[in-house]
């Protein structure tokens, strides 16, 4: 039997991957999909994908909160550890340009034009892709492409 706390922590991670891809979608109908909203819109998805996985794994949002914050490159080392094996190409340098501009709220206030890694279709297809496996780990069904 599971307990109420890891029941309401995998209902938490299906909510995380739901809303991961409802940021991504965001994302992707940006105007301006190379600038600091898009960007901010897509660390937005990449932090709720990996975190989604994270809860499903055992890590409790309190915890997620106090030790990974809005860290990315943390958070992905962390599913990394945990056994997440199908990180796309882009995503780890997606997450070393957006990640410390998301922390800050650099990209929130839009005072940043990140200079971005790969280009927006890449990015878009890397996020996805990121989602996709998240859900496919977590046993939730896809909701992929924007």
């Avoid at 940021?23 to 190379?34: G, L, N, Q, S």
């Avoid at 990209?107 to 996709?132: F, H, K, T, Y």
Wanted: proline fraction near 5%.
């Amino acid at each position: 039997m599971r307990s109420r706390r890891h029941d309401s922590d995998l209902h938490l991670a299906r909510a995380f991957a739901h809303n991961a891809r409802a940021f991504h979608a965001i994302a992707w109908t940006d105007y301006d999909r190379v600038g600091a909203r898009s960007a901010y819109h897509s660390a937005i998805a990449i932090e709720l994908g990996l975190k989604a996985y994270l809860l499903h794994r055992g890590l409790s949002d309190d915890w997620n909160r106090a030790h990974l914050r809005h860290n990315l490159t943390k958070a992905l080392r962390c599913v990394r550890m945990l056994g997440f094996q199908n990180i796309p190409d882009g995503i780890a340098e997606l997450a070393a340009v957006l990640g410390p501009l998301y922390a800050s709220g650099a990209l929130r206030s839009g005072m940043c034009n990140p200079e971005l890694p790969l280009p927006p279709d890449a990015i878009d297809q890397a996020i996805c892709d990121l989602l996709s496996a998240v859900e496919a780990a977590i046993g939730v069904e896809c909701e992929a492409n924007p």
